[in-house]
Structures are given as C-alpha cells and as structure tokens.
C-alpha cells in the first residue's frame, strides 16, 4: 500500500516541470507575438527603422516574392488591380510586399494606386 | 449509487494527498500554446509613409528640390547621376534641404529591400521620398 502510492506520487511529480516550460512557452508567444490575420502567402517584409505602428487601413494589398498579387483578400493582377480598387477608391491603402519582390513592380503598383486616386500608401516593414 | 462506487468516490477528499489531477490543465495549455505559436506573429510591422497624394501636385510643382536616387541592377546607386555608397548617400541626403524631395527609381531586378533603405534613409533625414519605375529610364 505504501509503495504504490509513492509510485503514484513520482508519476505526478514528474509531469510539473513539463507543465512549467508548456507555461513559460504560452506565456512568451502571448507576450512576444502579436495575433495578427494570416497573410495569403507567406510575406516576410523589408526593414526599415520605421517607428510607425503598422495598423490596418481601408484596403490592403499583399505583394509575394514572385510578384503574386492579392488585394482584400482576392487574387489580383497588375493588370486587374484598377478594377479591384472599384469606382470609389479608398484613401488609404497598406501595401504589405515581400523584402525579395521587384522594387519596380511596387513602384508601379504605387502608380496604378496613385492613378485609380489613392490618396496614400504605407509600405509594410519590421523593425531592424 | 452503489457502496464501492460512493467510497471510491469519497476517497480522495478523505485522503491528506487530495489533488486535482494536472492532465486536463495540462491539455488546455498545449492547446493555448500551440494556438498563440500559430496565431502569432513575432516580428512587429511597421509602416513606412509613401506619399503618393496626386491633388499635391506633380514632382514639377513642388517648391524644393528634386533628386534622383537610382538604384542598379550591379547594386551600385546614383544620386543625381554621382555613383555613391550607401555611406556617402546616407551623409548626402542628411544634408539636403528639408523640402528636397526624392525620387527612388530602381533599376530591373533589384529588390524591394533595396529600395526600402533607401527611402528609410530619406525618413531618417526628414526628406519626402517616392518609389518609381519610370519606364525607359534608368
């Protein structure tokens, strides 16, 4: 009777200190991380020493490394992105690319967004 | 209820060793935890202001100068045609006017973060800045 509850109580023990790192490991990603929508691919954007939190505008478009396109959530292209902006364009739009993207499709993009009548564009960094 | 059911039952509370078992604590904190590692995202976003504003007039129009970074495919870059590092172009476009204005005109195939030091530069140094692809140039 002794000796199967001393077993018991090992078994027991050895578990806390799983539960401790589990914990710790929760309580990092909580604090570390911000939760954040899911980006249509994955996006790992320049860096800059930008100051400006990044914050969600009227409009988002998301550029890929190999130059995918999507905007709001829809797959675009250069050529449909005007279109997609509709007859009332919206003032603000957040322009979340890829570091590795072509520096002049961005360009362009930024001219098609200033043409439809975007007012202006943040482009989306991490902190350096 | 039967006898051997309810002393079963009543046991652990007679019992000095009385403890709620971790297994279920345990359950919903992985769940937490893999829920946050997924859902999260380390490395904070932060913007950089492009003023693309057409109503504030074409580049021509505007009072302060206007300067010309371009970016090359071999990664050496020109201000205003000068071949600089980015040292010297750092040190050259904090000594610009406040009211200069920049245009950032890449070359095919370089890559956004290229860009993107350049026009952070030009923030450090207080200086509107624009990214082009003017097409036939450069």
């Given amino acids: 009777m002794k000796l199967t509850r001393r077993r ?4 027991t023990e050895s578990v806390v200190p799983l539960i401790n790192i589990v914990f ?4 990092f990603f909580m604090v570390a991380g911000e939760l954040a929508a899911p980006t249509p691919f994955p996006l790992d954007p320049p860096k800059s020493s930008s100051d400006l939190a990044s914050e969600k505008r009227e409009a988002e478009l998301f550029v890929s490394e190999d130059g995918k396109l999507s905007f709001n959530g829809a797959d675009v292209t250069e050529e449909t992105l005007a279109d997609a902006l509709g007859a009332i364009p919206p003032e603000q739009v957040r322009v979340a690319a890829d570091g590795k993207a072509e520096a002049r499709l961005i360009g362009r993009l930024l001219a098609g967004l ?5 007012k202006r564009a943040f482009l989306v960094t991490v902190k350096n | 209820m039967s006898l051997a059911a309810s002393r079963r039952l009543a046991r652990p509370s007679n019992s000095s ?3 709620i078992s971790l297994t279920p604590l345990i359950d919903v904190i992985f769940i937490l935890l893999i829920f946050f590692m997924l859902a999260s995202r380390l490395s904070a976003w932060h913007d950089i202001d492009i003023a693309i504003a057409s109503d504030s007039g074409t580049p021509q129009q505007v009072t302060g100068d206007l300067h010309r970074v371009s970016l ?5 870059m020109l201000l205003d045609g000068e071949a600089l590092n980015a040292d010297m172009l750092a040190a050259r476009l904090a000594s610009l006017p406040k009211d200069a204005r920049l245009i950032v005109d890449p070359a095919a195939g370089v890559r956004l ?3 993107i030091g350049v026009l952070d530069m030009a923030g450090k140094a207080g200086i509107a800045a624009s ?3 003017d097409e036939g140039k450069s």
Avoid at chain 1, 8 to 11: N, V
Avoid at chain 1, 24 to 27: Q, V
Avoid at chain 2, 72 to 76: Q, S
Wanted: glycine content about 14%; cysteine-free; proline content about 0%.
């Fill in chain 1, 8 to 11: 018991r109580l090992a078994e």
């Fill in chain 1, 24 to 27: 710790l490991l929760l309580i």
């Fill in chain 1, 114 to 118: 200033r043409e439809a009548g975007v």
């Fill in chain 2, 17 to 19: 060793h009385a403890r």
């Fill in chain 2, 72 to 76: 090359l495919g071999d990664g050496g």
């Fill in chain 2, 113 to 115: 973060e290229r860009a």
């Fill in chain 2, 131 to 133: 990214l082009v692809a």
